[in-house]
């Protein structure tokens, strides 16, 4: 078993999983900072002043979001995570199926917010179309075009995912929030999924998100057509970043769940009373 294991590896591209699972980690280092302070206020009473150590967290994960490096390298880092998720696809045997398990799993984290946010007394912590139904969503799309464009026209994807791209990067600069209890939540979705605005707790558009990811698809199938790495005498380093980086969407989806619970445990060993 260890020798398959180990062969299995050795056929995997070390500069995608390298690069995915840094891109990972800084996306989840970046939901734990939301959390400290954009979710726990919620969640808790006197949060976080009744601590001091726990104050000066939230002070600090405050410093962290608006640091201007933060917000302009986070641009970088889910072009990388999305892009690379779209060079993942031009190796995959079956996108389309890839794309209706990962909505099933997103679709859990919809209902998982959705009972958070019931409990706390806050619909708009429900995630209606977060970050893994965008992804989700594109495998599902691009698992249906591989069905009809031949693999010599991978510019279509490069077409496609430029003008889903720069649709969506236009209906950014007009978005705006609207709440689960402002009127119809079939179109307030409907227009979240398509970036007109925004809801929830979390918010991927489709056409922003997904172009990125449709980008990636041509950059796969251009500069990995052989399916090797581009790095010459490259060997496999099975470590943290790599697993992370093989297992990126499942770890991310798993830390949205064990971030809270981990956090939610410390405070309330700490004295925090739950705000309902």
């Known amino acids: 078993m260890e020798t398959a294991k180990t062969n299995k590896l050795s056929k995997r591209i070390i500069e995608i999983d390298v690069l ?27 949060y976080p002043e009744k601590v001091e150590w726990v104050l000066k967290l939230r ?10 490096f933060r917000v302009i390298f986070r641009y970088f880092v889910v072009f990388a995570f999305l892009g690379l998720t779209g060079v993942c696809c031009s190796f995959s045997k079956s996108n389309l199926k890839r794309g209706l398990k990962l909505m099933g799993v997103a679709l859990l984290l919809t209902l998982g917010t959705f009972i958070a946010g019931k409990v706390v007394n806050d619909p708009d912590m429900t995630i209606a179309f977060g970050i893994l139904h965008s992804i989700a969503l594109s495998l599902i799309l691009i698992g249906l075009l591989e069905k009809i464009i031949p693999f010599k026209w991978s510019w279509i994807y490069l077409a496609i ?5 720069t649709a969506g990067s236009l ?53 990995y057509y052989n399916r090797k790495s581009l790095i010459k005498n490259s060997s496999y380093s099975n470590n943290i970043v790599t697993f992370i980086g093989r297992n990126s969407l499942w770890v991310y ?14 405070f309330l060993i700490c004295g925090f009373k739950f705000n309902i």
């Open 171 to 223: 209906l950014e600069e007009i978005q705006t929030f609207r709440s689960y209890t402002e009127g119809d939540i079939f179109k307030t979705v409907v227009n979240s999924i398509i970036g007109i605005n925004s809801c929830g707790s979390d918010h991927a558009p489709l056409l922003l998100n997904g172009g990125q990811i449709f980008i990636g698809v041509f950059l796969g199938r251009t500069l």
């Open 161 to 165: 995912g430029v003008v889903m791209f």
């Open 253 to 266: 989806f798993a830390h949205q769940i064990l971030i809270p619970i981990i956090f939610g445990i410390i």
């Open 59 to 68: 002070d600090f994960a405050v410093w962290y979001w608006y640091w201007d």
């Open 20 to 46: 995915r699972g840094i891109a990972v980690f800084l996306m989840i280092l970046d939901h734990m900072m939301y959390d400290l302070f954009g979710l726990f206020p919620y969640v808790f009473e006197d």
